[in-house]
Nanobody, 125 residues
């Protein structure tokens, strides 16, 4: 069973960097397509970035292109989100998501059946 756990959130000033991590504590045998979504107060959850099971294909929201980088770790089903040049509008709860099988790393929330509890990122101006 996939059990995703995020870490690395915190309170930073605008322009700073954070590295979020997500690991599958369920130790599933398959390799999953993984993604990051975020939800700001009073807003709907939105796509941030996704990466294929092999790590060869990535997909980013326009709002984070050039600032955020998604990558896979050496441990199976571990993924990172390097977030640079953070802005106050990046403030949100960041969620890790995963789906099994070989798929293009989609931006569609409904394509991901597995979710972590989230980690808070707060960027002050």
């Amino acid at each position: 069973q996939v059990q995703l756990v995020e870490s690395g959130g915190g309170l930073v000033q605008a322009g700073a960097s954070l590295r979020l991590a997500c690991a599958d504590s369920g130790r599933t045998s398959g390799t999953y397509t993984m993604a990051w979504f975020r939800q700001a107060p009073g807003k709907e959850r939105e796509f941030v970035a996704a990466i294929s099971g092999s790590g060869s294909t990535t997909n980013y929201a326009d709002s984070v292109k050039g600032r955020f980088t998604i990558s896979r770790g050496n441990t199976k089903n571990t993924v990172y989100l390097q977030s640079n040049s953070l802005k106050p509008e990046d403030t949100a709860v960041y969620y890790c998501a995963a789906r099994g099988g070989i798929f293009y790393p989609s931006q569609q929330e409904s394509n991901y059946p597995y979710w972590g509890p989230g980690t808070q990122v707060t960027v002050s101006s």
